[in-house]
């Protein structure tokens, strides 16, 4: 990027500080969210959150009434969908705290990145005077 030749160090330096890397801190920010997201896809769990556990399912009897194997077959395919429902659960909220702590992150660091010289600039006088 060429830099004008009637523009101060000091000004590039602000808007620098102040406009330009607090933007590719909120697009990294960005960034993380959506690949985060596409890992724990809260839609496609929600739509699948009572599906089988990898589609294990049994059919139940089309010939006759065997009651036993009709019970059979129905604690089967309720166990699948019991333990797809638990991980899809547990994946569901792995996910929500997995993006809960990157902004929480994110907070914190555009917030010391924001607050860092107004802090250096108010501790010169402490230094200052542990010094002496």
């Known amino acids: 990027m060429p830099t004008p030749t009637n523009t101060s160090i000091g ?43 990898k589609s294990i399912r049994d059919s139940y009897p089309t010939k006759g009434f065997d009651l036993t194997a009709i019970l059979q077959t129905l604690t089967l395919n309720i166990t699948a969908r019991a333990i797809g429902c638990i991980i899809r659960l547990g994946a569901l909220v792995f996910g929500a705290l997995l993006q809960a702590a990157l902004f929480a992150g994110f907070s914190l ?21 542990v010094s002496l």
């Open 11 to 53: 000004a590039l330096f602000l808007r620098w500080y102040l406009v330009q890397r607090p933007g590719e801190i909120v697009r990294e920010y960005v960034a993380y969210a959506a690949a985060f997201g596409s890992m724990f896809s809260i839609i496609f769990l929600l739509k699948t959150l009572f599906a089988p556990w």
């Open 109 to 129: 660091y555009i917030l010391l990145w924001l607050v860092f010289p107004l802090v250096a600039f108010l501790a010169i006088p402490f230094l200052v005077y």
